[in-house]
């Protein structure tokens, strides 16, 4: 049987008037400029389940985390 290591990710940015929305799934990550690219704006957050807050949503919301390279443990 071959190991299958298969995800997905997505970004959507929308802006609207003067707001600028974003989502992200999974390992992707959204970053704007400004200054004509002087300067680079995180517009996402990164979902890494080895980040305490993340990894205590995920569990909260009845999931588990299960990596086979190393220990999450979210108690320190």
Known sequence: MQMCKSGSCANLIMTYNDDIYTINVGDSRAIGSKNNGQTAIDLSNDHKPSEEAEFR??????????????????QG
């Open 57 to 74: 949503r995920i569990e909260k919301a009845g999931g588990h985390i299960y990596q086979t390279h190393s220990v999450i443990n979210a």
